[in-house]
């Protein structure tokens, strides 16, 4: 049973636009949802978090939206840059346990010059 | 990826081989954990620990054993290797209540089983 799911496997956008990456999940006792971006051969790299206590956190071009209510939380990137071209995963953990990552199957984002 | 060492980087294995996939931090963090990279999988949890001498399954524990016996090391032990274990092998550390920016990941074990 996948309890976070990534819905889009891949996603295409212009340069300068943006980018929504969506992300599903159904165990109500997840508490703190995470982004990461990976490139072939290297490992998760963060890039942005949001606790379930907030609905929205921005860092620079990236924003995470989280719907309790719906399960659901969204990225958005703008405007978007070829060097965001990557998989994206969703991760989410219950109760302050960061060593339990539940992450989602990823999102490979084209951003085309 | 600082602070997370993975070995061997690179293993072939032949079925039924058994091998270990060595994992250390030198940042005294209470958790680390297992992680597998498939194609349309995501990462998959294999097991974890939140401190020396305490372990616990993830998502997919099976063929797989792992010991806590200090806070810096997590070797992941392979009993008896099959196709199906051909991965990409994460490991990540953090300490309790860590943010998002400090969980570290090891730069990843491609282990092929033939």
């Known amino acids: 049973d996948q309890q976070v799911k990534q819905n889009s496997p891949s996603l295409s956008v212009q340069e300068g636009r943006i980018s929504i990456l969506n992300c599903d999940y159904t165990?109500?006792?997840?508490?703190?949802f995470l982004w990461y971006k990976k490139y072939p051969a290297e490992g998760p790299t963060f890039l942005i978090s949001i606790s379930s206590i907030k609905d929205k956190n921005e860092d620079g071009r990236f924003t995470v939206f989280l719907n309790k209510s719906a399960k659901h939380l969204s990225l958005h990137i703008v405007p978007s840059q070829p060097g965001d071209s990557a998989v994206y995963f969703c991760?989410?953990?219950?109760?302050?346990?960061?060593?339990?990552?539940?992450f989602g199957q990823g999102t490979t984002l084209q951003v085309k010059p | 990826n600082a602070g997370v060492t993975q070995t061997p980087k690179f293993q072939v294995l032949k079925t039924g081989q058994s091998m270990t996939l060595q994992c250390a931090q030198d940042?005294?963090?209470?958790?680390m954990s297992w992680y597998r990279q498939d194609p349309g999988m995501g990462l998959r949890l294999i097991h974890y620990?939140?401190?020396?001498?305490?372990?616990d399954q993830g998502e997919v524990p099976n063929g797989y054993n792992v010991s806590r016996s200090t806070t810096e090391d997590f070797p992941l032990r392979l009993l008896s290797a099959a196709p199906s274990q051909t991965s990409v092998y994460f490991c990540a550390s953090s300490y309790r209540g860590a943010a998002g920016n400090t969980i570290y990941f090891g730069e990843g074990s491609w282990l092929t089983v033939v």
């Open positions: 620990s939140v401190g020396a001498g305490i372990t």
């Open positions: 165990n109500s006792m997840f508490d703190y």
């Open positions: 940042m005294n963090h209470e958790y």
């Open positions: 991760a989410a953990s219950a109760s302050g346990n960061t060593g339990k990552l539940i």
